[in-house]
């Protein structure tokens, strides 16, 4: 943070700060307090030189614009946006309960639960649209709950207005995250922003009851026709009337997709629910393979270039890239224990290590002369979330024979008990 910015701790003289919540590529979140209210605040700062040097201008622009314009009891609110020579500062709503993401990371949530939250997600998706408004990237990790477990939709970055419509009346920039996007947005030919939040939210539904995406695939292309045509199967534990609502969601043609009034209308939907949804799970052991956050971390395009797929959950994937080997594994491990088991490698085989200062990479080196020289080995830890991590191996010197070997004899068998493994690989089929 800047100097100027700040006085003993007191931002721009009107909010203390405190600790650090999260941190992006563009952006820091810090909870504060402030002076005035003494009402805790989130403030989340964004560099200005690295903003204009990306040309994210107007992504803040219209993010700063559309959450002044969407004041709902489920939309975190924009109390105000402040700004010195090199930040910018949005004072926002502290939401202490964390992402829907975690509690859907558990397993998949009981039905009247779901329906709690998706009430609630569909009260705001309905208020932004009539103020024109097309969020464009909701998921889970977008969703906040609060202390008494109420819905707040956040990062309105990708969101459209009415007036960036084109003359065909219809959107045209593909974004958003591709397990939620809708096929239209994908297919590039103009689309209603509406109808592609709407199959969003159908895809959040099934998530949250089935816990899995509905659409998945080992390879993206094959993954993108499964929602191309609307290619789904319901577990058998969906009710019959969630079953025939997420259909009507899940439609691929746009053009006869359920639209809100008709989801409002819906028997599942109107069904009475607990006020203060409970957080519980139907089964603690379900997880899902999602997107995760931005920052040193990955966001959805970088985990399908990764993982070919959102199915990061092989024990390990070997292929070909410029000749190179590579191994990849994801884990819930924090990346210390990874640089620690990769240190025991070390040790063993006397490679020598070198490591980055915040432990995200590191380098195994050899002494011995191989066939090619001596065998380099380069390991990157990167955090899809908090608590999960892929972890990519490389060569990066040295033979890829005896690189081979050395993975299936000595770092395979040694890194075993740390890799992650998706409870879809343990499942029977049916």
Not at 156 to 179: I, K, M, N
Not at 363 to 369: A, F, I, K, N, Y
Request: include cysteine.
């Amino acid at each position: 943070m800047a100097a100027e910015d700040r006085n003993n701790g007191v931002l721009l003289g009107k909010y203390e700060l405190g600790r650090q919540l999260g941190h992006g590529t563009f952006a820091k979140v810090y909870h504060a307090r402030n002076l005035q209210t003494s009402k805790s605040v989130a403030i989340k700062m964004v560099g200005k030189e690295k903003v204009i040097k990306v040309g994210m201008t107007d992504h803040i622009q219209r993010e700063i614009s559309v959450m002044k314009m969407v004041r709902h009891p489920n939309i975190v609110e924009l109390h105000e946006v402040l700004a010195s020579k090199s930040k910018i500062y949005f004072a926002m709503e502290l939401v202490r309960g964390g992402e829907l993401f975690s509690k859907v990371a558990k397993g998949r949530l009981r039905e009247d639960v779901a329906r709690s939250y998706f009430q609630q997600l569909i009260s705001a998706v309905d208020f932004c649209h009539s103020r024109g408004v097309y969020h464009r990237d909701l998921k889970p990790e977008n969703l906040l709950l609060d202390e008494d477990g109420n819905l707040k939709v956040t990062d309105f970055g990708l969101s459209a207005f009415s007036d960036h419509l084109r003359q065909d009346g219809l959107l045209h920039t593909t974004c958003g995250t591709p397990a939620y996007v809708a096929p239209e947005v994908i297919g590039k030919k103009g689309y209603d922003g509406a109808k592609a939040d709407i199959w969003s939210c159908g895809v959040i539904l099934y998530v949250l009851l089935a816990g899995f995406l509905p659409f998945q695939d080992e390879n993206v292309v094959a993954m993108y026709r499964k929602i191309h045509r609307g290619d789904f199967k319901c577990p058998p534990w969906f009710s019959s009337d969630a079953r025939r609502l997420i259909t009507k969601m899940l439609d691929p043609n746009a053009n006869s997709r359920i639209v809100i009034s008709k989801i409002m209308e819906s028997t599942w939907f109107k069904k009475a629910t607990p006020k203060k949804p409970k957080f519980l799970v139907e089964n603690e052991d379900e997880c899902i393979n999602l997107k995760g956050k931005e920052g040193k971390t990955l966001n959805a395009f970088h985990i399908i270039s990764l993982s070919e797929g959102f199915d990061l959950s092989p024990l390990f994937e070997e292929k070909k890239r410029d000749e190179k080997q590579e191994i990849r594994f994801a884990t819930m491990k924090p990346a210390g224990a990874v640089v620690s088991k990769l240190e025991e490698v070390a040790k063993a085989m006397k490679f020598s290590v070198k490591k980055s200062g915040d432990e995200s990479s590191l380098r195994l080196q050899g002494h011995e002369m191989g066939r090619k020289g001596k065998l380099g080995i380069a390991a990157e830890i990167m955090a899809v979330t908090p608590s999960f991590f892929v972890v990519e191996v490389t060569k990066s010197s040295g033979d890829t024979l005896e690189y081979n070997q050395f993975c299936s004899k000595e770092l395979r068998p040694a890194l075993k008990d740390i890799v992650w493994t998706s409870p879809a690989n343990h499942s029977t089929p049916a």
